[in-house]
Structures are given as structure tokens and as C-alpha cells.
């Protein structure tokens, strides 16, 4: 495979500033209303990047679950790799790949961990095999085989027949963002670049274009 070679041309649309709305919140709502109407896969798909205390970086797909005025949530066990790399360094990166749309969203912000009420009231919303996996894996942690995780996991089903608690373990994230990007494809990788940062006084966005 000539990895040089592979390429595709960008020509699907473009993004003005007249195209923007007043922030970026109301801004994703738009392009992610319109990824799902497209039918793309997972829509709420987004990259997860952050990095420990020595700047040592990673990062992983999860899925977004709730979106407002705070930023972005999503949950996940907070013992995990991302969990223990955002208690020491909160700032972290998402990105929103939406290629067959030629387009991306990115995110820089700060990650606050969500209350557990919130925590709570998400977990009793997802499938109960979800709930159980959740008991079964202590997620990034070493495991001698796929066997134990089998085990662990018919462990929790016995454990609890009902209703199934939420593990101290898992817990959730909201991402105050600083910084958005709205990134559209165009012809001759002249690509739309237009960013959102949050100004001094906290409650209103400057604007401005990157060159591609």
C-alpha cells in the first residue's frame, strides 16, 4: 500500500463565519443534529486525549452522553487511565471526527467530575449488561486472560439478581470547554478553520479564522 498516495479530495461544502451561531454549544447541536440525520455511525463518537503530570499523552474513543451550557459529559471508570491522568491534570482534548461529512469539531478544555446525583441518574439509564460490565472490569487494569473477566462478570450477575448499584469506581466527567474548532474539508486542502475561544470575561466567545 503507497500510504503517500491515498488522499481524497475535500468538496462537500464550506463554512463561512455567517454560517456560525452566537456560541459553540448551540453551534455543535447543529453539526452533531446533522451528523445523526446523515446517519453516520456513533455520531457522539469522540476522541479523548489527555496527558499525566510529566506531559506523557493518550488517547481513546468513548461516547459523548449529555451536552449543555457546562460543556461536554461523558462517563466512564474514573480508575481507569483517563480517570487517574484527569485527577492530576484536568485539562484534556476531544475530537469529533466526522469524515464521511468532511468534518471535525475540536475541544480544548478543563474536566470537572460530575456529581454523583448525575452519575446516578445516567447509570440507571444503560442496558443492565452495561451495568454488570461495569462491576466486571476495573477498566486499564492488567487481567491474566479473558476468562477472569468472564468470571467477574458472571460474578456481579449473581451478586445482584435486581437492581444493580453504581460501583465507587465509575463516575463521569464534564468538559468545560475554552476553546472549539469547526473544521469543514474544501478543495485543494484549503480547509474552513473557524474557532471559538472564550473571552476574559468568561460569558461571551471571540471568533476567529485559522489558516488551514
Known sequence: MDLAALRAEYARGGLEEADLA???????????????????????????????????????????????QRGFAFFTNVASRKGEELAGNPRCSLLFPWHPLERQ?????????????DVA?????????SQLGAWASHQSRVVSGRRELTDAFEAAEARYPGDVPVPD???????????????????????DRLVYRRA????????VRLAP
Open 105 to 117: 469539531v475540536r475541544v480544548d478544555g478543563t474536566a470537572e467530575p460530575l456529581s454523583r446525583a
Open 200 to 207: 476574559a470575561d468568561r460569558d461571551a466567545w471571540q471568533v
Open 121 to 129: 441518574a445516567y447509570f440507571a439509564t444503560r442496558p443492565r449488561g
Open 22 to 68: 452566537d456560541d459553540p454549544i448551540t453551534m455543535f447541536r447543529r453539526w452533531l443534529a446533522e451528523a445523526a440525520g446523515s446517519g453516520l455511525h456513533e455520531p457522539n463518537a469522540m476522541v479523548v486525549a489527555t496527558a499525566d503530570e510529566t506531559g506523557r499523552p493518550s488517547s481513546r474513543m468513548v461516547l459523548l452522553k449529555g451536552l449543555d
Open 169 to 191: 469506581e465509575w463516575g463521569g466527567y464534564v468538559v468545560a470547554p475554552e476553546v472549539v474548532e469547526f473544521w469543514q474539508g474544501r478543495p485543494g486542502r484549503m480547509h
